[in-house]
């Protein structure tokens, strides 16, 4: 296939610049890539970190967007685990030395070498297209909408680990502190692995909705008396909040 082929992205092209449409030449396809048409893509702070260079790992222009979801167009010569059509998504992670100890054991978040970023020297899902290693996609169930599936890919994940991990029987009680993005989603896992689940908010509007996600527990936290009775219930305490708490 052509390596002329241009891809049309949504770009900063200097540190902190609104998007604007752009286009570039990709990568050509290696043996064990593939590519997608982009159908969809979420959202997440980390993408305005980029955008701002915060971390210092950005490059320019940036084509962020790292919960993509698509469909095959490509896959490269050794590729056996996905055909042309298929519905998949990429995360964060676009690839990683997969043989260091934390590699071989699915933990490639940890590699020893350091694990490469989709939009980290490369670009992402903001554009019609993008390759990326096959190893590192997801194929997306057929029941799962790919408006739903796309946020999965980084914001879900970052939460279903940790409850995965320490959930290990039903009735684990756990709090999850700060409901938005992560924390809404935090409540939802942790429910659906059969968890009994407290939601601490400073919000006491946000009870209704917490439950809703099914929260059997609303703490308000800035209530001394409520953070008082809450005192010893948890098993497993998951915070989403990196500073206030929402
Ligand atoms: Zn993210
Ligand atoms: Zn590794």
């Given at each position: 296939m052509s390596t002329t082929e241009t891809f049309t992205a949504?770009?900063?092209?200097?540190?902190?610049?609104?998007?604007?449409?752009?286009?570039?030449?990709?990568?050509p396809l290696?043996?064990?890539?593939?590519?997608?048409?982009?159908?969809?893509?979420?959202?997440?702070?980390?993408?305005?970190?980029?955008?701002?260079?915060?971390?210092?790992?950005?490059?320019?222009?940036?084509?962020?967007?790292?919960?993509?979801?698509?469909?095959?167009?490509?896959?490269?010569?050794?590729?056996?685990?996905?055909?042309?059509?298929?519905?998949?998504?990429?995360g964060w992670i676009r690839n990683s030395c997969r043989v260091?100890?934390?590699?071989?054991?699915?933990?490639?978040?940890?590699?020893?070498?350091?694990?490469?970023?989709?939009?980290?020297?490369?670009?992402?899902?903001?554009?019609?297209?993008?390759?990326?290693?096959?190893?590192?996609?997801?194929?997306?169930?057929?029941?799962?909408?790919?408006?739903?599936a796309a946020p999965?890919?980084?914001?879900?994940?970052?939460?279903?680990?940790?409850l995965r991990t320490y959930i290990q029987y039903p009735g684990t009680k756990v709090g999850v502190v700060g409901i938005g993005g992560l924390g809404h989603l935090a409540i939802k896992f942790a429910r659906a692995m059969g968890a009994e689940v407290t939601a601490f908010s400073t919000s006491p509007d946000k009870e209704a909705e917490a439950k809703e996600f099914g929260a059997h527990h609303f703490c308000n936290w800035k209530s001394q008396a409520e953070i008082d009775a809450a005192s010893g219930s948890l098993d497993l305490l998951l915070s989403t909040v990196s500073s206030e708490i929402d």
């Open positions: 949504y770009a900063s092209l200097k540190v902190g610049e609104k998007l604007q449409q752009w286009q570039y030449e990709p990568k290696g043996g064990n890539d593939v590519e997608i048409e982009v159908t969809h893509n979420g959202l997440c702070h980390t993408d305005i970190h980029m955008k701002d260079n915060d971390w210092d790992v950005s490059s320019f222009p940036l084509v962020a967007g790292h919960e993509v979801v698509g469909n095959v167009t490509q896959i490269g010569a050794d590729v056996t685990s996905l055909k042309i059509g298929d519905r998949i998504g990429f260091c100890d934390p590699c071989l054991r699915g933990e490639e978040n940890i590699c020893r070498q350091g694990y490469q970023g989709l939009i980290v020297g490369n670009h992402g899902g903001f554009a019609n297209k993008l390759r990326a290693p096959a190893d590192f996609a997801y194929k997306i169930p057929d029941g799962l909408d790919s408006a739903s999965l890919l980084c914001a879900d994940i970052t939460v279903y680990t940790p």
